[in-house]
């Protein structure tokens, strides 16, 4: 999976194109080749769908989804009408041209026909991920502008809690139950981001003592690897229906690895040599604490 996600990225890269003015977008016809539908009948679909999902949002649909006309050479054939495209379209005898409805789409139009596709084609379900994905990115980013390192430290340690729920939740479902069975899943997923290190092994990589939570002694940058992972995760096992232990400690083992070749590919670093911060999670949260009862007190 690691590489056809690699080989998707490059793959939606290649048929990206700009305009005049350096700015890029996609053709819908070259998605559906990508995407693997084969009818544009189908595809045609999704695309109306991620229409309404963009209305939804807000969004203006006639500059996320620009209908444009093409005009296509042709077979010429003699005798009566024959079928001669994989949409089963008539040509009419002696006719050598034909026009076909194209969009002109923006990379947030990719993302919503993406996120309406079918995920039982693996190629949608890899899509989703890589997009998911670059959205988490995106709305991090807005949020990091507005924080300090700290703060964001905070943010993101907050958030980690509340997904690792959801994770525990569908490790559960997949027929995870005993701690040591829990272990091995938490484990695998380490593994994979952090290049065969285990949970002890960046704990003593760390130098922290006994007892000391790892994700409480991350800085911004690992603590957003990690959030990646744990819910692409959770995600890939509740769409891919996994219910066993096995498959549910080796998806989490690959989307790890995911994550971290995605890092390499972007020549980050990798979270076992990222800077250990100067205070845990818990010393911020007890100065924050502290912040508040002076505020207290003074009022």
């Not at 005009?71 to 009408?81: A, L, Q, R």
Request: glycine residues 6%; charged residues 25%; contains cysteine.
């Amino acid at each position: 999976m690691i590489f056809a996600m690699i080989n998707l990225m490059k793959t939606f890269d290649d048929i990206k194109q700009y305009d005049e003015n350096n700015v890029e977008y996609w053709h819908a016809r070259e998605l559906q080749e990508v995407l693997s539908y084969s009818l544009w009948q189908n595809f045609h679909k999704v695309i109306k769908q991620a229409m309404i999902s963009c209305q939804i949002s807000q969004q203006e649909v006639t500059f996320h989804f620009q209908e444009i006309k093409k005009i296509i050479e042709m077979p010429v054939y003699k005798g009566k009408n024959r079928f001669i495209d994989v949409n089963k379209t008539i040509c009419p005898q002696g006719q050598t041209t034909r026009n076909i409805v194209d969009y002109k789409i923006t990379r947030y139009a990719c993302y919503l026909i993406v996120m309406n596709g079918d995920p039982r084609k693996e190629i949608i379900a890899l899509g989703q991920t890589y997009f998911a994905v670059k959205t988490r990115q995106q709305e991090l980013q807005e949020i990091y502008d507005r924080l300090s390192e700290d703060e964001v430290r905070l943010f993101l340690r907050g958030d980690i809690k509340q997904k690792n729920l959801i994770l525990a939740e569908a490790a559960h479902r997949a027929g995870i139950k005993t701690s040591l069975e829990y272990a091995d899943f938490t484990n695998a997923g380490y593994k994979g981001l952090y290049g065969g290190l285990t949970a002890l092994d960046i704990a003593l990589h760390k130098n922290l003592k006994h007892g000391e939570e790892i994700l409480d002694h991350m800085g911004s940058e690992e603590l957003a690897a990690n959030l990646f992972r744990i819910t692409q995760t959770a995600a890939k096992i509740k769409r891919e229906n996994i219910d066993t232990p096995i498959a549910a400690t080796s998806a989490h083992n690959e989307v790890g690895k995911i994550v971290r070749k995605a890092i390499a590919e972007a020549g980050g670093t990798m979270p076992e040599n990222l800077p250990l911060p100067d205070k845990s999670i818990k010393q911020l949260e007890q100065e924050q604490k502290q912040l508040l009862l002076d505020k207290d007190k003074r009022l």
